[in-house]
């Protein structure tokens, strides 16, 4: 099950959700992408292919991103996490339950 799509060009989507599942749509097609987790994936949105944000249910770390090179965590909330969207690779907000708002910004 796929809960969430985003990307910033027609070559470069991805969707994710249960289990862990991230797709990623390029020049060959569909094809899975491994980011380190079986969390169930709520939310992705990016900048570039090389600037992606993925939030989730209760991943160490609930925020993943990728830099062009490989995916780490960069937020502790530790709550269920439902969306992620920003303006930049250094304007990015995240929300989840109990009305949490959480802003990655470039200072901090």
Do not use: C, K, M
């Not at 809960?3 to 249960?18: C, E, L, Q, T, Y």
């Not at 990728?66 to 969207?85: C, K, M």
């Amino acid at each position: 099950d796929l809960a969430s799509i985003g990307g910033s060009a027609a070559d470069d989507i991805r969707a994710v959700g249960r289990d862990g599942a991230v797709v990623v749509y390029g020049v060959s097609g569909w094809n899975p992408e491994d980011i380190g987790t079986t969390a169930n994936l709520t939310g992705v949105w990016s900048s570039s292919a090389s600037d992606v944000f993925v939030t989730g249910v209760y991943l160490n770390g609930n925020v993943f991103h990728y830099d062009g090179a490989e995916w780490s965590p960069v937020f502790t909330p530790q709550e269920l996490l439902n969306g992620v969207w920003g303006t930049s690779p250094t304007d990015v907000f995240v929300v989840g339950s109990g009305g949490l708002i959480v802003h990655y910004g470039q200072n901090d």
